[in-house]
């Protein structure tokens, strides 16, 4: 539907704000705009933040199901040994013959009933007490496997009404933004809204720093809460960066949640439209390269030195090489295991390690 529904089009309704803003005009157009971005974030947050729910059942229906084949084996091992216990006091019950391979309505009931409480006897204090026990595991194991698997189909059921709220939410998005001309003022105002939360991001974040370090201290900074302090903005970020894609969008802090095959998600996930343009965020070199897991991918090496990894492209733009900062390098799309039409957008500063590209998003985006 997304695909779809969210084309680059005009809504409006003669009431367009004018180019020619006076300075309130800009800024409460600029607190509509912002607004409407921030519904957009938080359905994308809740979106992404149940897909991450429905990735760590899969990984741990996966763990149950290793657990109940383990005590399951256990159970059938512990059986084969019952059954030649049972054997061998058949044999060695002094009788002319193996009572197993005769007519077993030829024996009587008092010999049967002698045999197996020899059976017993000899077996209780170390294998029925444990096949027992086995026996319960495996019962308590198929139970939350069951569970496990009936709370991911709720969870997929969520993700789909999820994903159709995000999607109404980014359709909402382009009628506020169609409906106004962006101009100078406008985005002025934008960045200067977007500068003043990640001042209170940071003020939240170093609050929650110093709260951690000294529990119970009695501090009476606090935080307003919410995921968007969770992180403070590096100092350079947005620096000399543009936002990665175009167009209308929502974007999630999904950074460190659970993957298959142990991973841990080291991106910023950013739900837009299929086709709408992937930019590089600074001027360098790019390389487009395709995997399993991220499909149609880029790797941006900025002449600052930092490293940007984009996944799940529709298609490229162009060939791989030098590009400009705000050139377009692709379209966004939902190749390899995407799902849901997104970017995933990493940031490696110095080409190293990946570090929560979140912080850098909220201040460019």
């Given at each position: 539907m997304i695909a779809v529904?969210?084309?680059l089009s005009t809504v409006g309704d003669g009431s367009s704000v004018g180019a020619d803003h006076s300075s309130e005009e800009a800024k409460q157009a600029a607190r509509e705009i912002q607004a409407a971005r921030d519904r957009a974030n938080d359905a994308a947050q809740a979106l992404f933040d149940a897909k991450s729910a429905i990735d760590t059942l899969t990984i741990e229906i996966a763990e149950t199901e290793v657990e109940l084949a383990v005590v399951q084996k256990e159970a059938n091992e512990m059986q084969t040994s019952l059954e030649a216990s049972a054997i061998r006091r058949f044999t060695q019950s002094g009788g002319s013959s193996f009572l197993l391979l005769g007519d077993l309505s030829d024996a009587t009931n008092q010999l049967t009933a002698d045999v197996l409480?020899?059976?017993?006897?000899?077996t209780a204090n170390v294998e029925l007490d444990d096949f027992a026990a086995v026996i319960v595991d495996i019962e308590t194991t198929r139970s939350k496997l069951e569970q496990q698997k009936a709370q991911q189909y709720a969870a997929q059921q969520d993700f789909t009404e999820l994903e159709q709220q995000a999607e109404a939410q980014i359709m909402q998005l382009q009628e506020v933004e169609s409906q106004r001309v962006i101009d100078d003022a406008i985005e002025h105002e934008l960045q200067r809204q977007r500068e003043q939360r990640a001042r209170r991001d940071a003020s939240a974040a170093q609050a929650a720093a110093e709260a951690a370090a000294n529990p119970g201290g009695g501090s009476t900074t606090s935080s307003s809460g919410g995921g968007a302090a969770s992180a403070a903005p590096p100092s350079n970020a947005g620096r000399g960066m543009v936002c990665p894609i175009a167009g209308n969008y929502g974007f999630a802090d999904t950074w460190g949640a659970p993957r298959s095959g142990g991973r841990s998600h080291e991106g910023v996930d950013m739900i837009a439209a299929s086709g709408v343009p992937i930019i590089a965020v600074e001027a360098g070199t790019v390389r487009f390269s395709s995997n399993r897991l991220g499909g149609n991918a880029a790797w941006l090496t900025g002449n600052s030195g930092t490293k940007y990894y984009y996944a799940h492209l529709s298609s490229y733009t162009g060939s791989s090489?030098?590009?400009?900062?705000g050139q377009q390098i692709g379209r966004n799309g939902q190749t390899g295991n995407a799902g849901t039409p997104h970017l995933h957008f990493e940031?490696?500063?110095?080409?190293g390690r990946a570090v929560n590209p979140y912080p850098y998003v909220r201040a460019i985006c």
């Open positions: 529904t969210l084309v409480a020899a059976v017993t006897i000899e090489g030098s590009v400009s900062r940031v490696h500063p110095g080409g």
